[in-house]
């Protein structure tokens, strides 16, 4: 990749690969379907491990001996014990969207050691979301990133405490969803019905073009090739504007069209509002999020939950996307931080007396 030495994760990866041992193992994942087996973590969000009765050895040249393989493994798993594996809950994985790049987001986990004053070693422990092309600017030298993100890391409590705090706000009040409704571009019911009346045209005039084709094609004017290239052409340009009606329909402000809607948001709120109250641990937090947040967009301190709300009315069943939209305080959360590092300090400081007030929490950092 360009670099001179390998980082943390290779060296970690070449240590735990038992391949160096003589043996590499077959048939160790499957694609997840429908629910992840009982204690599986899904991996890149689709594949689960195998149980390890189902692993195919194959022997290879050994470059390193068994004996010196089993030994690193103990070594790591005292470390990871000691340092590496407190009890992370990523509740938006699969959810954050780069908001400058578009990809995905990526969840990762760190940790400091700091000696203090005394002699004590404190662990300070760091879970974060950062984009997915920052973790992969890591591996290459910087010359030979072609496109890189700018976007920066957030600390996984900062960026879920901010969204937690917009769902109680505005995603549980009917009134201020509301007014986080996409529609049509701020259009009123008279140009919407222009609009309609567009889209209507042009889907008559895709009938008009779909017939002529037809007919070319009994005439022998067109080929089976020509015919096909020609429907499919029609195929996604009707697409496109059944799309484009279903949203100026959703967006029609009519006391009937706005009857429903107000119905379908207090609907939504209320169910949200008794599951958001529900919630008493990760998984239900987690299924909560997952059902109701297609998406969080982060870009920079400030982010946006994008979603949809069920509406059934008369011309059948259709989604009103909303987005909300909120700034993080970063200049708070820094200073809560500060507030528990200045805490954690003290406490070290004054180990000789007893201080029942004061906590050894970790300092989070932003």
């Known amino acids: 990749m360009g ?21 590499r193992y077959f048939n160790r994942m499957t694609r997840a379907k ?12 689709q594949w689960l491990y195998r149980d390890r009765e189902e692993w195919i050895p194959v022997k290879l040249p050994a470059i390193v001996s068994r004996e010196l ?8 798993a005292q470390h990871e014990e000691r340092y590496c594996r407190p009890q992370t809950h990523y509740l938006l994985s699969g959810l954050v969207q780069c908001g400058r790049r578009g990809s995905r987001g990526s969840s990762s986990r760190r940790w400091q050691r700091v000696v203090r004053p005394s002699g004590k070693i404190s662990i300070y422990h760091q879970s974060s979301y950062r984009c997915i092309r920052r973790a992969e600017q890591n591996q ?10 700018h976007n920066s890391t957030i600390a996984t409590h900062v960026l879920e405490g901010k969204v937690f705090e917009m769902i109680r706000e505005t995603m549980l009040n009917p009134g201020k969803l509301r007014g986080c409704i996409e529609g049509a571009g701020g259009l009123d019911d008279t140009s919407i019905a222009r609009e309609l009346a ?36 029609l195929d996604r340009d009707q697409e496109r504007l059944i799309r484009e009606k279903a949203e100026l329909v959703a967006a029609l402000r009519s006391p009937q069209q706005e009857d429903f809607v107000d119905a379908s948001l207090r609907q939504f709120c209320a169910a949200a509002n008794a599951h958001w109250h529900a919630c008493t ?49 970063i200049a708070a959360a820094r200073s809560n931080a500060n507030r528990k590092a200045r805490l954690a300090q003290l406490q070290s400081s004054a180990e000789l007396v ?13």
């Open 140 to 149: 290459h030298v910087k010359n030979r990133i072609e496109q890189p993100c």
């Open 69 to 76: 393989f089993d030994q690193v493994q103990e070594r790591l």
């Open 198 to 233: 567009r889209v209507a045209g042009q889907l008559g005039k895709l009938e008009e073009n779909r017939r002529k084709i037809i007919k070319g094609y009994a005439t022998e004017e067109l080929s089976g090739e020509e015919y096909i290239a020609a429907n499919r052409a």
């Open 3 to 23: 670099k001179t030495r390998w980082d943390n994760d290779r060296i970690k990866g070449m240590l735990k690969n038992e391949t160096y041992a003589g043996t």
């Open 281 to 329: 641990d990760h998984d239900a937090t987690r299924q909560f999020l997952v059902g109701r947040i297609e998406r969080v967009i982060y870009n920079r301190y400030h982010v946006a939950l994008v979603g949809s709300v069920p509406v059934n009315s008369a011309s059948g069943e259709t989604k009103l996307r909303f987005r909300i939209e909120g700034e993080i305080d």
């Open 354 to 366: 007893p201080a029942p007030s004061l906590t050894s929490q970790p300092a989070s950092i932003v």
């Open 34 to 45: 429908g629910a992840a087996q009982e204690g599986a973590k899904p991996i890149r969000g």
